[in-house]
């Protein structure tokens, strides 16, 4: 059985995911889509840490991104410019807008 997911259950499955990585928890995800295949497959689990406060965020992570609480997505920093961070899923030919170190809320420590 397939659930359908609203635009207002994922604003408060959003809202819910920020607050609880704010609090200092580890949440576990489950990846929908291939933007981060190969590195992330659709249907998996994965372990998504709370962000430092003050942590250097650095090409390459992978990270969860929330923008104006609308633009929401976990993919990997590609490139820094000044305060601003740009990423782009593994399997995307574009780069996402850029976000800033206060829109991201967590990271996924790849294992590989």
């Known amino acids: 059985m397939e659930s359908n997911i609203t635009n207002s259950n994922l604003n408060v499955y959003i809202s819910i995911l920020k607050d609880i990585l704010g609090a ?3 949440v576990t995800i489950k990846c929908i889509g291939a933007s981060m295949e190969p590195t992330l497959i659709d249907g998996l689990s994965y372990q998504l840490y709370p962000k430092k406060k003050g942590e250097q965020l650095k090409i390459g ?3 969860f991104v929330s923008i104006n609480s609308n633009i929401n997505f976990v993919h990997r920093i590609v490139a820094i410019y000044n305060n601003y ?3 782009k899923g593994d ?3 574009r780069e996402d807008i850029p976000c800033t170190y206060e ?3 967590g990271v996924l420590y790849d294992n590989n």
């Open 24 to 26: 200092g928890k580890t």
């Open 85 to 87: 961070f740009i990423t």
């Open 61 to 63: 992570d992978i990270v």
């Open 103 to 105: 829109e991201i809320y």
């Open 91 to 93: 399997n995307n030919m």
